[in-house]
């Protein structure tokens, strides 16, 4: 009877050593990629919120006052005779027009705000 047990006096592991530093490195340079783009991707969704809300501000400030004014002149025209009702009705549309683009800003404004919620990956609360 022969009984042989291998002694591993010289065997070190160096290969899964060196396949467990790999790995490491691999998901050290996954970590950091992931790192960069929450990074772009907070900077973007931040930047669009900015975006939206001057578009907002831009319009409660210059373009639904204009928008008004000029729906109303037109109808005072109209009232006094100066225009036909064609303009006036057109004004009003046009005004009408503003404030659901006007609302669509601020539909944009929530969708932004959203995406920046989510690209931090916590609710904000003001």
Do not use: C
């Not at 291998?6 to 050593?17: A, D, K, L, S, V």
């Not at 006094?80 to 503003?98: E, H, P, V």
Request: charged share 20%.
């Amino acid at each position: 009877m022969n009984i042989s047990a291998g002694n591993p006096i010289f065997y070190q592991h160096q290969g899964e050593i060196g396949q467990a530093k790999a790995t490491w490195l691999q998901d050290f340079d996954q970590i950091k990629q992931l790192q960069w783009q929450i990074g772009a991707d907070i900077v973007t969704a931040y930047e669009a919120v900015a975006a939206a809300r001057a578009n907002i501000f831009k319009y409660q400030r210059e373009v639904i006052p204009q928008a008004a004014l000029a729906a109303k002149q037109a109808r005072r025209r109209y009232q006094i005779g100066k225009t036909d009702i064609s303009t006036a009705i057109l004004a009003r549309q046009q005004y009408q027009q503003t404030l659901s683009s006007y609302f669509d800003a601020v539909v944009a404004y929530q969708n932004a705000w959203a995406d920046l919620e989510k690209a931090i990956g916590v609710p904000i609360r003001l």
